[in-house]
């Protein structure tokens, strides 16, 4: 499966918007990203996915490069709740699995 | 709705000893999933069902891991014997279908811890 890279961690603050990077060079004109988080001591949690426009939802927004070989999720308010690894995940096709790297750390400060 | 439902919580067993886990998935979600997901690392998927087939489970040791999920609804993760590299987090996942476009919903997992 193709594979995504994303730094280690990122701090932010209480409140304040985050943007968390994804390069995904190897994505195809099918591939979709998607995004979980999973907090400590948590299972991974679904937070969005999308293949060429930018998408909105409760939890987050997904904007997608015009050349589709990067994303950034953004969180628009952090709240401490928001502390967890980020998972970027590049799936394509009907029997494409979830593969997991290690994802991006993010540390809240309050 | 009720999320995905795993038991025990904790594991703590020998090496050689068997162990097995129980999964109860979200109503009416086909597809079903056991990851394990060693510390500081993400989770890796084993094996995958549709219904009570096995779609995938290239990843799953064979010579000693075993999953079933008799009647398309709950399933049970098992291994036997258990090895110090097995320690780790056992996560199930369901979700609606098995196309990889439907959103994985997972449970907290069971910490099994090897001595």
């Known amino acids: 499966d193709a594979k995504t890279t994303q730094p280690n961690s990122m701090e932010s603050n209480e409140e304040e918007p985050v943007h968390l990077p994804c390069n995904h060079s190897t994505i195809s004109g099918t591939d979709y990203i998607h995004w979980y988080r999973q907090l400590p001591s948590q299972g991974p949690e679904y937070v969005i996915h999308?293949?060429?426009s930018n998408v909105n939802n409760r939890m987050a927004s997904l904007a997608i490069a015009e050349d589709r070989k990067s994303s950034t999720l953004i969180l628009h308010r952090a709240t401490l709740r928001d502390a967890a690894v980020y998972y970027c995940?590049?799936?394509?096709?009907?029997?494409?699995?979830?593969?997991f790297g290690k994802g991006i750390t993010l540390s809240v400060r309050p | 709705e009720a999320g995905v439902a795993q038991s025990p919580r904790y594991k703590i067993i020998e090496k050689r000893q068997s162990v097995a886990f129980w999964c109860n998935p979200i109503s009416g979600h086909a597809t079903l999933y056991w990851y394990q997901q060693i510390l500081g690392q993400g989770p890796k998927l084993l094996i995958q069902?549709?219904?009570?087939?096995?779609?995938?489970d290239s990843q799953l040791p064979k010579d000693r891991f075993s999953a079933e999920r008799l009647k398309g609804v709950d399933s049970t993760l098992k291994i036997q014997p258990a090895k110090l590299e097995d320690s780790a987090v056992y996560l199930c996942a369901s979700s609606l279908g098995y196309q990889g476009l439907w959103p994985q919903h997972f449970g907290d997992g069971t910490r099994l811890s090897i001595l």
């Open positions: 999308g293949l060429t």
């Open positions: 995940i590049q799936l394509g096709g009907a029997n494409s699995k979830l593969t």
């Open positions: 069902f549709q219904n009570n087939g096995v779609v995938d």
